[in-house]
């Protein structure tokens, strides 16, 4: 695990990044009734995300997931739903099947350390 915070150890698989991507999620809830929105992403990462909902869906919820900027599909599940202070419902979702490239973009590998910079230093004296 990395460390986040002196106080805090970060407890996830890879990194998030902060992307708007245009999402189109489809399924079928337990009581058989079928669902399609069209909404983005608020942050990703190479396990999952987080969505932006017209509807919360349950915890748990399987649903199918297609990336409109490279038209892959993946099936993910619901892990967990909060209310915004503007009204709006974000889910946060892992990827079930399907979730490799995704988002077209490279994590860096569990428990990796963020890179340093290094400042040249200038000679004194001279």
Not at 34 to 59: D, M, P, Q
Request: hydrophobic share 45%.
């Amino acid at each position: 695990m990395a460390l986040l915070h002196f106080r805090r150890v970060e407890r996830r698989r890879t990194a998030r990044a902060s992307l708007c991507m245009n999402l189109l999620i489809y399924g079928e809830t337990g009581a058989g009734e079928k669902f399609r929105y069209w909404t983005k992403s608020v942050s990703v990462s190479a396990h999952g995300g987080v969505l932006l909902l017209e509807a919360a869906l349950s915890v748990g919820q399987a649903f199918q997931v297609v990336n409109e900027y490279n038209g892959k599909k993946a099936k993910g599940k619901i892990v967990a739903v909060r209310s915004t202070r503007e009204g709006q419902v974000q889910a946060s979702f892992e990827f079930a099947e399907g979730g490799e490239k995704f988002w077209s973009m490279s994590f860096p590998a569990a428990g990796a350390r963020p890179l340093r910079r290094f400042v040249a230093r200038v000679a004194e004296g001279n």
